[in-house]
């Protein structure tokens, strides 16, 4: 049972290159959730998947994009990436799908990422 | 807008001694609190969570009290142990947002 795992674990990309970021989960949660953390600011969610086959946006979703897969896999991608986006990205699930911010999220181990 | 905030960056306590980490809101209508703790290199580990309808809560070695009338709560760590050592941060919305705080970095001396 290995929770949540995230690849890769570091990148650095150049202005204007494009990457997606992988997320999955083996315990079976209905619910997944894309976040950045960036110094002095507390974790901001990009994008969530309430159930298998929804996304909503959160609180900064320009310039990303996200697929929910299967139940299991959550990806993001950036298409053109800039250097505002340098960030550390972490990728959580929680198991309901209604209500979804009132119960534990169990965050993967996180992606650095470099824009230059 | 909606914030979260912890009321110091870094806090240092002896092992063995309580630790209390604290954290104010600005949301009234936020009826859901949480804390996590993050180890460097690592993703955030929920440690507890409480409601507002409750005033404290109690766990293993940990308790989160709000006190919603100053929209504050508190995380309280007893007897700290080194493996305690992390930046703990608290999160508050409710059902469909939650805001998290940016974190008080706890440090154990021995």
């Known amino acids: 049972n290995a929770g949540v795992t995230q690849t890769p674990k570091f990148q650095v990309l150049k202005t204007g290159q494009s990457m997606t970021l992988q997320c999955a989960q083996d315990?079976?949660?209905?619910?997944m959730y894309w976040y950045r953390q960036d110094p002095g600011m507390g974790l901001r969610l990009i994008y969530y998947s309430a159930s298998e086959g929804t996304t909503d946006k959160g609180e900064v979703p320009n310039g990303y994009n996200v697929s929910r897969l299967n139940k299991r896999e959550f990806s993001l991608r950036l298409e053109s990436a800039a250097p505002s986006q340098t960030s550390v990205y972490f990728c959580?699930?929680?198991?309901?799908?209604?209500?979804?911010?009132?119960?534990?999220?169990?965050f993967g181990p996180g992606t650095r990422l470099t824009v230059l | 807008g909606e914030s979260v905030g912890l009321h110091l960056p870094t806090l240092s306590v002896q092992e063995g001694d309580n630790s209390i980490i604290n954290c104010a809101y600005s949301?009234?209508?936020?009826?859901?609190f949480i804390w996590y703790k993050q180890e460097s290199g690592k993703g955030p580990q929920f440690i507890i969570d409480?409601?507002?309808?409750?005033d404290k809560r109690q766990g293993q070695r940990v308790t989160v009290l709000l006190n919603k009338t100053v929209k504050h709560l508190s995380l309280q760590i007893a007897a700290t142990q080194p493996g305690d050592s992390a930046v703990y941060f608290c999160a508050g919305g409710t059902a469909s947002k939650l805001t998290f705080g940016t974190g008080t970095r706890l440090q154990v001396t021995l």
């Open positions: 315990m079976n949660h209905n619910s």
């Open positions: 959580a699930s929680s198991q309901r799908a209604s209500g979804f911010s009132y119960n534990e999220q169990f």
């Open positions: 409480i409601r507002s309808n409750m």
């Open positions: 949301n009234s209508a936020s009826d859901y």
